[in-house]
């Protein structure tokens, strides 16, 4: 047998300990799952020694391979951020378990009992790049939802997710789950990705994909299951001429500024013409002397000084310190550029004119759009959720900050007294 | 340019043009929808001498190519089923508008108030084969719930579709909506269904096959976009110990003899040990009697003359009156078999002991699970969902019967007043 066919058995072999895993975890008692959780952050930090040594061998190992400073603080652990790890992993043992819960209940003429309860979606295939973080929020929302999951990291950070996949099955055995609820693809051949994304024999019920273009671009091309894709944050802040100019100042440059590499950054700020001339100029140095760069059409740069924006630019999403800056002629232009530059991800509308606000929050076809608040809110833990095992860009299932709930499907549970079909 | 050329140019404008009409049917209130439903109806009746002369078209070259009396059976319309999918639109028209119902409403610490709202998918794209009936049936659903479609149905089917579609579209038209939100793809060349299998240049959001196993096949392996598939129903009865001997007898014969052909009809009968003797030769019997083949194990077959059941037949989803009869030991017995041999789709447990019922509802992992009533219950219209556009196997989004309120996605609205994020 050479090294393809052996690395072909672990894979389907992992998928079928999935498979098995997830009766046990999906028949569990919340109350089971929750103990589950709460062994995961106590090991966690219990093992903080040992996850510590084992990040600074691939911190090392990155250094030496000449990897930015960039990708070296996504990978670098610390006593800090483990603990925030342990933090994140309580929170969401505090959140409400999604199973059972009955969503719809109704009763037909003919005395049937209908009710859709949640349940779990199965197995998880998780495919990540160098945050080790990645492999503890997303076990403890799989497990939150009663799902098992397999992750697949980079190879980068393969000893930190080791040691850290190695305290949570401590726990699962502690709390009486099976160990294999969560497991890691320990191969770092390419193609056990591509076994992952063909459902790995029908063990894998959906791909969630967190990384760069290239990883996102072989997920939408190789996919053969559901995938919870998430592409673009072409995010807009919209200041109609009704908005509040300190509101309008503020959101600007939190949405843009505050974190400039995060999904839900503010990458065009559109601005109504009757205000434009008013309020432009102090959100444009506001702005500027935050190290922004300003890209604007014509009508902006007439009001204050910046670089020229073109086609591109309305297009792109910079994860940088830039922004476009057009002027629009009110609020049903602004909705036509979102809908045509936008990547239905993250839009927000500054007014103090509550029906326009509300033709904006109906009309974008955006998964988050915010009214008086900025376009960073973008985030399962802002949202409550927890924490998030992603953010989904795509329109079915699941939307926006991905949490234990759309981690979840659902059944019909139907009552009868002996009812047969006419 | 050749003849290729020429059909995508017209594929991709079809897709451009649903997708420009997505937004004001999207927009449109819920009356409006309501008022293009009713006219729909209104116009499929008025145009019903139209109809069944293209019908009879149809039917005509379907018989002239010596087409099967079953898919001349499953093509032909009569008054009888252009009123009763007439009445269908109707009933789609009385139900509630999902557009804009809030599932979710929670306010976080820092004032920022969280809804999530029902919006529609987009864009559907219906590959089916000779039912006309669908095209109606699907436009209504797609239309209710806000969305446009394509239809592409089979050869055999297109003079009915083109008189039905024409009907549909005049009603549009009629309460000011784009006709383009129901559109037909005219050309039979079966690559126009693997560019909408592509997504027609992202203009397909989600694509519902409905037909054979070898469009499934086809749909499985092709497409780039959402699908929600429709695999096996490899449904089962389970009759456990503390069953209802005339119940038993009668979701039985119910669930596989009502309608054969239909994916929520039995295929496996599961009886526990402690009653086969006492119930199993009755409900044998009256199978027998309603000129069902029965194929049982070793345990059965001492109880009543059948056909032996060789392992095949726990995995076979007959269409056909053949049943498989199995005696297991108890309910967790029962559990597994399904597991390890069903396909996900519709399951009943008959019996009068409730802990035994809510076990089987709560582990069984099926998209439907049934006590004391018929697996042939596996049906939109009998869900309440006013008709089906189809029943999705698959996991993700809907599960089950497919109705309006499963042709929607959601959006997350944000009131903030000022909130920028720390």
């Known amino acids: 047998m050479n090294l393809p066919d052996q690395m072909l058995v672990e894979m389907l072999s992992l998928g079928q300990r999935a498979r098995a895993a997830a009766k046990a975890v999906r028949d569990a008692s919340a109350d089971q799952r929750t103990t589950a959780l709460h062994a995961m952050a106590r090991r966690l930090r219990d093992a903080a020694p040992a996850i510590l040594t084992a990040n600074a061998k691939d911190v090392d190992a990155a250094r030496t391979s000449g990897k930015a400073e960039s990708f070296i603080d996504r990978l670098a652990l610390d006593a800090k951020r483990l603990e925030a790890i342990a933090s994140g992993v309580e ?65 980068d950070s393969a000893e930190s997710v080791a040691a850290i996949v190695a305290a949570i099955r401590a726990a699962l055995r502690e709390a009486n789950l099976p160990e294999d609820a969560v497991q890691v693809v320990e191969t770092t051949d390419r193609a056990a990705v591509g076994l992952m994304l063909a459902g790995l024999g029908g063990a894998i019920d959906v791909i969630i994909p967190r990384g760069g273009k290239s990883l996102v671009a072989r997920v939408q091309e190789e996919a053969r299951v559901p995938v919870f894709a998430h592409l673009e944050g072409i995010c807009h802040t919209y200041v109609h001429a009704g908005a509040d100019a300190q509101k309008a100042l503020d959101i600007a440059l939190n949405g843009k500024m505050r974190r400039v590499s995060v999904c839900g950054a503010t990458e065009t700020l559109l601005i109504d013409q009757a205000v434009a001339a008013k309020l432009l100029p102090d959100i444009a140095t506001a702005l500027s002397n935050a190290g922004c760069e300003l890209r604007g059409d014509d009508a902006a740069r007439r009001l204050t000084p910046m670089n020229v924006a073109d086609e591109d630019d309305w297009r792109t999403e910079y994860l940088a310190p830039i922004i476009s800056i057009r002027v629009v002629a009110g609020i049903d232009e602004a909705i036509q550029h979102i809908a045509a530059y936008g990547s239905q991800h993250t839009e927000s509308i500054v007014t103090e004119d509550q029906d326009a606000a509300d033709k904006f929050l109906r009309e974008v076809d955006s998964a988050i759009v915010l009214h008086n608040a900025s376009t960073q809110f973008a985030d399962g833990g802002e949202f409550g959720f927890g924490g998030e095992i992603g953010i989904a860009t795509g329109r079915m299932h699941a939307r926006g900050p991905v949490g234990a709930e759309q981690l979840t499907t659902f059944k019909y549970m139907v009552r009868g007294s002996g009812q047969t079909r006419p």
Chains 1, 2 share one sequence.
């Open 91 to 155: 929170i969401v043992a505090a959140q409400p378990d999604p199973v059972g819960a009955v969503t719809a209940d109704w009763t037909q003429p003919n005395g049937l009992r209908f009710q859709r309860v949640r349940t779990p979606i199965g197995v998880i295939g998780m495919i990540f790049e160098s945050r080790p973080n990645v492999a503890a929020d997303a076990s403890a929302l799989a497990l939150r939802a009663g799902n098992t999951i397999i992750l697949r990291g980079g190879a």
